[in-house]
Each structure stands twice: as structure tokens, then as C-alpha cells.
């Protein structure tokens, strides 16, 4: 398995599969490389993402997640 380094990159598929890029860690930032552009990401959200994404009430709730990007989420 890769390591997640610049020298090193994880390779990533598209959820169709019929793309690829990379990403890996450079001091406390994410980078992805998708062709030529470069997306980067304070590695601090995902830790966060990590400790709080299920205690949230939401997660806890998963009917009250919306079934599509467009669909409005109603809370009790």
C-alpha cells in the first residue's frame, strides 16, 4: 500500500472507476491531484470529521438525512 506522501501517493478511483488521481499528505495539508488541478485541504478536517461525524444528532438520526443533494432536510 502506499504511503501518502508526495513520493508516494495513494491512487484513487472516480466512484464510476474510469478515472484516477492522487492524494497524500504534505505536512497538515491534503492534497489531490486531479489532472492538472491541485485541491487542498487542512488535514485538521478530517481528524475532526473523524472524532465528531457520529455524535452528531444527525448521525444518530439517519432518517433525517436527505435522500438527495436537493432535497431539505427537516429536524424536530
Request: aromatic letters at 10%.
Amino acid at each position: 500500500m502506499a504511503a501518502g506522501t508526495k513520493d508516494d501517493p495513494w491512487v484513487l478511483k472516480t466512484p464510476p472507476g474510469t478515472s484516477s488521481y492522487t492524494m497524500y499528505r504534505d505536512d497538515d495539508v491534503l492534497v489531490c491531484q486531479v489532472g492538472s488541478t491541485t485541491l487542498k485541504y487542512q488535514y485538521r478536517a478530517v481528524e475532526d470529521l473523524h472524532q465528531s461525524a457520529c455524535t452528531s444528532r444527525r448521525c444518530s438520526r439517519p432518517w433525517a438525512w436527505p435522500s438527495s443533494p436537493t432535497t431539505p432536510v427537516t429536524t424536530q
